[in-house]
């Protein structure tokens, strides 16, 4: 009998165990994906995708800047990309 009510106090203590584990990676995942994806942070991934864009040509290689180049059309270009 004291075996029967041993292991039903164990598989309590477990099943709350799992419930509070659950809940704390819940809380931390919320708070990983709230601060990954607040507006700083887009704004800044974003920003930082547009300067690599702008700054390096198809090939991958710094641009070099010509007064013929337009630049308007570059800007449209690396925006829709």
């Known amino acids: 009998m004291k075996y029967k009510s041993y292991i039903i106090s164990c598989l309590l203590a477990f099943s ?12 931390v995942l919320n708070a990983k994906i709230k601060g990954r994806t607040s507006d700083a942070a887009l704004l800044a991934k974003l920003r930082a995708l547009f300067e690599d864009s702008f700054r390096y040509d198809a090939n991958g290689l710094p641009h070099v800047w010509k ?12 925006r829709n990309s």
């Open 67 to 78: 007064p013929e180049d337009d630049i308007t059309e570059i800007t449209r270009t690396v």
């Open 16 to 27: 709350t165990a799992l419930g509070t584990l659950r809940k704390r990676a819940w809380l």
